[in-house]
């Protein structure tokens, strides 16, 4: 269950002064920031872009220099790359004394792997076998009348 709180106080350039910050899409995110709350992990404040679908993760100084995951980007700064200032953002988890500090970085990569593999096996997945017809269900073809076939003229043998 996720309780929200709409609002940017504090200000997210105020937890990025002290912080690295993990950009993930929402869908992603969350799931992965489930896993870590199922197995009792602690999770620090989040930050959700609303209109561009991004959630904010903070984790340790210096993630950045490690981070390398396709399914998401480490930053200093908490930006949606290419849309300028963002104004539809609130907090998630606000950071409160009763959250973590930060996400440790470890942990939410792989978090993260693990969602991101479920949904690709999920993507590609053909769906349940499927059962071939019930024979008594199965209509039985018409036979159609044919045509006669035009005679050709024998040809003669060589011996």
Not at 106 to 124: F, K, P, T, Y
């Amino acid at each position: 269950m996720w309780r929200l709180r709409l609002g940017e106080t504090p200000g997210p350039e105020e937890v990025a002064r002290r912080y690295d910050v993990v950009r993930i899409t929402s869908a992603l995110g969350f799931a992965g920031l489930d896993v870590l709350r199922d197995a009792d992990r602690p999770v620090g404040p989040v930050l959700c872009c609303a209109a561009h679908r991004y959630l904010f993760v903070p984790v340790p100084t210096g993630a950045s220099y490690r981070w390398r995951a396709p399914h998401s980007v480490c930053a200093a700064r908490p930006e949606c790359e290419g849309y300028g200032p963002c104004r539809s953002r609130f907090w998630a988890i606000p950071p409160e004394p009763e959250c973590a500090a930060v996400t440790d970085d470890g942990e939410l990569h792989d978090a993260l792997s693990l969602v991101s593999a479920r949904m690709r096996r999920a993507a590609s997945w053909p769906g349940p076998p499927r059962l071939p017809p019930d024979p008594a269900e199965v209509p039985l073809p018409i036979p159609q009348p044919r045509s006669p076939q035009p005679s050709r003229p024998a040809t003669p043998v060589r011996i």
